[in-house]
């Protein structure tokens, strides 16, 4: 298991970093780095984990995701596909260390402030989609420009916000091996019994050091957390047309032990009953 932090490989003194994934699953290790993220999924579904946060990803989604945010994209297992995405990396400071402060940028800044947290942009008419494409073939100064007009129209799109964090918190080497280690195992084993003595073993911690540990980390008790996994998972069912499963089978096959345990979570955290949230989603 790959421990935290992650290096962004470099080639030259380019400002803007440009990665494309084309591959069947993605980089699936929970990871920070120093860089802003900006990454566009053309293919691949899976689950999403951001800071405190689980949700999923899917195409035309416009992930952000600020320096030392950590994140890890568990893609869904694909037989005969593979996962897309294109990425931009760049820190505050790439083009100087006062180029954002500068009067004509400064309204960038709410923009740094929502990526401390990460946030996604819906492309539905996949404007932003043209944008990320052309700056692969784009010479190093209409890049630059293409890359700022990409930056604002960013920061002027309507951002559903990804986590709870709020100031960047990066792991020494130790809590990141931890915690990749933790979380990797929730997102292979959620829909089985995870005991607190079990996932406390794989941390290599008391069931009550780490029980604090988790908390201080993710501002949620392992429990909120592996709910959410599960619920999040469930959702991916839900809205799948073609699933004949019945309610029932989704919930035990998500990971919970009984009916109304889930149908009363579920509506705890998504605002309404699974049978509302299918009608919301495929209706």
Sequence with gaps: MKVLPFKIPKSGNNALILQEDLEPLFYDKLHQHPEIQMSYILKGTGTLLVGDTV?????????????????????????EDFSHMLTIFFNRESFGSSFFETEELKEFELFFNQA????????????????????????????????IQLLYAIYAAPKELLSNFTKNTKY????????????????SNFQERITLDEIA???????????????????????????????????????????????????????????????????????????????????
């Design 172 to 187: 020494t080497d130790t809590e990141g091996q931890r915690m990749s280690n933790v979380f990797g195992y929730c997102l």
């Design 116 to 147: 401390a947290s990460g946030f996604r942009v819906q492309d539905k008419n996949e404007n932003l989609k043209k944008e990320f494409v052309s700056l692969k073939s784009l010479p190093n100064l209409e890049r630059f420009m293409s890359f």
């Design 55 to 79: 949700s999923r990803f899917k195409p035309k989604d416009l992930l952000v995701f600020g320096g030392n945010l950590p994140h890890v994209f568990k893609s869904d297992t694909q037989e």
């Design 201 to 283: 073993e794989v941390a290599v911690m008391s069931p009550t050091a780490f029980c604090r540990f988790f908390k201080e980390r993710t501002n949620k008790t392992f429990y909120q957390f592996l709910l959410e996994l599960r619920t999040e998972h469930a959702c991916q069912l839900l809205r799948t047309p073609e699933n004949q499963e019945s309610i029932a089978s989704i919930a035990f096959s998500s990971g919970f032990n009984s009916v109304s345990n889930f149908n009363r979570y579920f509506k705890k955290q998504k605002g309404m009953s699974p049978r509302e949230y299918i009608t919301a989603e495929t209706g």
